[in-house]
Structure formats: structure tokens, C-alpha cells
T-cell receptor, first 112, second 114 residues
């Protein structure tokens, strides 16, 4: 597609439920990032996929968070047993290797 | 580990002023540096990308420079307008890490008043 697409744009979930956030990168982009941004805070790195290399998972805050990238394209970020501190905007970005990044509009997650 | 710092954290100016936003990074081994704009509640919009071999990039009223050896970049905004009000983020693509990870500063929150 023309840009990075994220879905849903907004998600409200009850504490303890699992959620899945989806990212469709720009076609052909080999690199894909997930970040999150809590209210009034900076960007927090979560996970990075680059081609067929093992992903950099060093930013995942706990084992409740996982992500996969199928076929080198679509990525899903899964949060299990959501907590209120997981409330944030989750941003996805993609790029060609070693070039600039294009960000999606984000998914606003609210855990109640 | 790469660290990116942006100064100032916030800036409030009257319309028409020329502005300079600063970004510094600790490791000069980078592939590129990218400036983004973020409006409240929105995602990030790329403004300018400077590859490590380049010294500057220009787009309209925006000019970004890169001095890789000293670990500095500046974003120059000419003739500022209220519509320029946003948070400006600097990010470097690090050559030192295996996968060329992107590191962000915390941003400069700019307010341009009429």
C-alpha cells in the first residue's frame, strides 16, 4: 500500500484480556519496528524486525508482550493479560534496509 | 549504547521567527539521521532524512544539517508559522547494532503563537 496501515485505530479492553494489534508495512519494506508512547512520554522501543534476521526483542517490557512478522510483511503485536499501565499509543514503522522510516497512525490502546 | 538528546525540550516563539532545534548523539557510527514531526494524538510524519554521507537536506522552509564527527544535527525552521506548532523528534539509525536500530530523542515541543 501507499503507507503503513495499523489496525484498529482505537482499542478499549478490560484488564486481563488479551489484545492483538496489527501493522501492514509498505510493500517491499524489509525493516519493521514497534514503539509505544505513553501519555506525555517519549517513544519507547519494543521490537525490531529486519528481513530474515532474528528480531531484536530487547525492548519488550515483559513476557506478556510478543510480536511476530509473517512472510516478511504483516506484523502482529500481542499483549496478554493486559494491565492498565499498558495503555498507550502503539506505533509501527517500516523502511527499506538502512533508509528512512515511515510511521503508521498508531493504535490507541486503553485498558479499563 | 547510542543516546540521542534534543535541546531545548520546549520552545515558544512569535510567528515569523527563524528557529534552530538541536539534536546530539553519542556514537557517530550511523547510517542516517531523520527528523520527524508529531502533532498531538497523531503518528510521526517524516520531515527530512540525511544519509551519513550528506551534510544537509532542505525541504521548503526546513533545513537540516548533519555533522557526524561531532555527533550533532540542527533543524532550521525559517519564518515560523502557527501551523508549525508540534513536537519535533530526531532519530538516528545506528550502525553499531547488528540490525541498524533507530534511536529517538525525547523531542522539542514547539509552540508558535500568532
Amino acid at each position: 500500500g501507499a503507507g503503513v496501515s495499523q489496525s484498529p485505530s482505537n482499542k478499549v479492553t478490560e484488564k486481563g484480556k488479551d489484545v492483538e494489534l496489527r501493522c501492514d508495512p509498505i510493500s517491499g519494506h524489509t525493516a519493521l519496528y514497534w514503539y509505544r508512547q505513553s501519555l506525555g512520554q517519549g517513544l519507547e522501543f519494543l521490537i525490531y524486525f529486519q528481513g530474515n534476521s532474528a528480531p531484536d526483542k530487547s525492548g519488550l517490557p515483559s513476557d506478556r508482550f510478543s510480536a511476530e512478522r509473517t512472510g516478511g510483511s504483516v506484523s502482529t503485536l500481542t499483549i496478554q493479560r493486559t494491565q492498565q499501565e499498558d495503555s498507550a499509543v502503539y506505533l509501527c514503522a517500516s523502511s527499506l534496509q538502512y533508509y528512512g522510516y515511515t510511521f503508521g497512525s498508531g493504535t490507541r490502546l486503553t485498558v479499563v | 549504547k547510542q543516546e540521542v538528546t534534543q535541546i531545548p525540550a520546549a520552545l515558544s516563539v512569535p510567528e515569523g521567527e527563524n528557529l534552530v532545534l538541536n539534536c546530539s548523539f553519542t556514537d557517530s557510527a550511523i547510517y542516517n539521521l531523520q527528523w520527524f514531526r508529531q502533532d498531538p494524538g497523531k503518528g510521526l510524519t517524516s520531515l527530512l532524512l540525511i544519509q551519513s554521507s550528506q551534510r544537509e537536506q532542505t525541504s521548503g522552509r526546513l533545513n537540516a544539517s548533519l555533522d557526524k564527527s561531532s555527533g550533532r544535527s540542527t533543524l532550521y525552521i525559517a519564518a515560523s508559522q502557527p501551523g508549525d506548532s508540534a513536537t519535533y523528534l530526531c532519530a538516528v539509525r545506528d550502525r553499531g547494532s547488528t540490525l541498524g536500530r533507530l534511536y529517538f530523542g525525547r523531542g522539542t515541543q514547539l509552540t508558535v503563537w500568532p
